[in-house]
């Protein structure tokens, strides 16, 4: 379902350039990786751990969200809740704790104190945004220090004239994330000022467009010290050599700040391209909803996979048609192409009396592996996309259909300026307003596979026409002071979300695919709370 767009004047231009600028910015060396359909690389899987659920959904998305419980098998090691959802997609799942094997029905969004509030983010740490290209900066400042100290500094002026040009790119990658970091926010700053007026905004855009060109400089001028650092040894100076190697080996992927791929918008599905575990590169549907990945194994490579880490059941269905599947935990890589692969982490794989039934329900009508969830605080996990390297585990930027049924998908900080956001990604407080109605303060999944989400029937007011929205009404959503107005939207025959009663169990409120259609729009990863946020950004 596609919603109508407002675009201001010169709009062809700021698409343009965004499209262009961004994925030029991005198009090369180590800093930051290319824009494709994804790359198959080499997966190492180790020991590290991460806690798995079941799964997040996939399909078209919801009408009328449910979860309910059932006994999960799992080991130790990955327990997880077994879920059914009433929807056309698959449900996020909260993970069961040891104590318990079967989770209950859920109580309404304004019933339940601990809907989205708690991280499925792996591990226990923080993401702190800026914190990696400070090491980086860190680590190129002792590389030079090595590399004058173990020349220069022991008298041996041959190594110390080879020396020059690692220092030289050095220095220049230095200078690059040095003025990425003290104008990356003037110039988003400029952009959100200049909103709605024609030049100056485009002007303000290219200049934002330059910035996060800087990143790329920065690696490439990284690229260039790795390759002439061994002159150095070839000129008696060996330590200094070695040292080098091993600090620019990691300030290259802690100066990763920014990864474009492409976004390919089919039906509801909002999809990527990846190789899991060094497999063959697949389309799989992003999914802002749930977190984890759930895939087919045919579609993971099968070399060096080692041995399930646990087990669990998870379903997902409407009132005309569910499923229920099985699958196995595997810890193992994700490859996005370009330099951007995760940290191990576990992923679900379908067990094989269960993938006909996941293939033909949730995969095979929109053509892709599985459903990757990105969400910080909506149940399953762990949220893969968060182990990336460098700045790109900061968050994700997705934008819809730039160019037809194409966009980008943007890892690392957030490269437009916010408008406004949600404290939560993508569960948290809104306040709604239909028509000239009073605001409603509600508890939403801004949820890009929930096709057109729903509210119930007290927010919809006199707006109600049994279970949908009258034609003509409008919807206003706020941030959660009331202040910002974040999106709206005018019902029509096709895109009213459904109504439900208020003392349904487990319903909760949806925003469904709406405001992913009408911009870009930012997942944030790193907030203290490890909840994430949900960014509205401008165009």
Not at 149 to 160: C, D, L, R
Request: aromatic share 6%; net charge negative; charged share 10%.
């Amino acid at each position: 379902m596609k919603h109508n767009r407002t675009r201001q004047p010169y709009a062809w231009l700021s698409a343009g350039a965004i499209t262009v600028g961004i994925g030029a910015a991005m198009a090369a060396g180590s800093a930051v990786a290319s824009a494709d359909t994804g790359q198959s690389g080499a997966a190492r899987p180790s020991n590290g751990s991460s806690s798995s659920a079941s799964t997040g959904k996939a399909g078209a998305g919801h009408q009328h969200p449910r979860t309910t419980g059932t006994s999960s098998k799992l080991t130790p090691v990955a327990a997880a809740a077994t879920t059914t959802q009433r929807s056309k997609g698959l449900a996020a799942a909260k993970p069961a704790t040891a104590k318990a094997s079967a989770a209950a029905d859920p109580p309404a969004a304004g019933d339940d104190p601990d809907y989205g509030n708690e991280s499925f983010l792996p591990g226990n740490e923080v993401v702190v945004p800026g914190s990696a290209v400070k090491l980086a900066l860190q680590q190129i400042a002792q590389t030079q220090s090595a590399l004058q100290a173990n020349t220069w500094g022991t008298g041996n002026v041959a190594a110390g004239v080879a020396s020059i040009v690692p220092q030289m790119f050095l220095a220049e990658a230095a200078w690059a994330l040095n003025t990425w970091q003290n104008s990356i926010e003037g110039a988003k700053a400029s952009v959100a000022n200049t909103a709605g007026v024609p030049v100056a905004h485009q002007l303000a855009q290219l200049s934002l467009l330059a910035t996060l060109m800087l990143p790329t400089v920065a690696g490439m001028a990284l690229d260039g010290a790795d390759v002439t650092a061994p002159l150095v040894g070839l000129f008696g100076s060996p330590t200094a050599a070695s040292q080098a190697d091993g600090l620019i080996g990691q300030a290259k992927t802690n100066a990763m700040v920014y990864s474009a791929h492409l976004l390919r918008t089919a039906g509801n599905a909002e999809i990527v391209y990846i190789s899991v575990n060094g497999g063959p590169v697949v389309p799989i549907q992003l999914d802002a909803g749930s977190s984890g990945l759930t895939i087919l194994r045919k579609y993971v490579g099968q070399k060096n996979l080692g041995p399930s880490t646990g087990q669990g059941e998870s379903g997902y269905g409407d009132d005309e048609s569910s499923v229920s599947y099985s699958y196995h935990t595997y810890l193992t890589t994700i490859d996005f192409g370009g330099g951007a692969i995760t940290a191990p982490g576990n992923i679900r794989i379908v067990d094989a009396d269960s993938e006909n039934a996941f293939d033909n329900y949730g995969t095979a009508p929109q053509g892709t592996a599985g459903t990757l969830g990105i969400g910080a605080n909506t149940g399953a996990g762990p949220t893969l996309t968060a182990l990336l390297p460098g700045e790109t585990k900061d968050g994700i930027l997705m934008y819809e259909n730039l160019i037809g049924p194409f966009g980008l998908v943007v890892f690392g900080p957030n490269p437009l300026p916010s408008k406004g956001s949600v404290s939560g990604a993508p569960i948290g407080n809104v306040q709604v307003q239909i028509n000239d109605q009073p605001k409603t303060t509600v508890k939403i999944n801004v949820d890009s596979g929930g096709e057109t989400g729903n509210l119930p029937y007290s927010v919809a007011g006199e707006a109600r026409d049994g279970t949908k929205l009258k034609p003509g009404t409008k919807v206003s959503v706020y941030s959660a002071d009331g202040q910002t107005l974040l999106y709206s939207y005018v019902i029509n025959g096709t895109n009213s979300p459904a109504l439900y009663s208020d003392d349904l169990p487990g319903t909760k409120p949806n925003t469904g695919r709406v405001p992913w259609n009408l911009g870009p729009m930012y997942i944030d990863y790193g907030t203290p709370d490890r909840l994430g946020a949900t960014h509205f950004d401008y165009f």
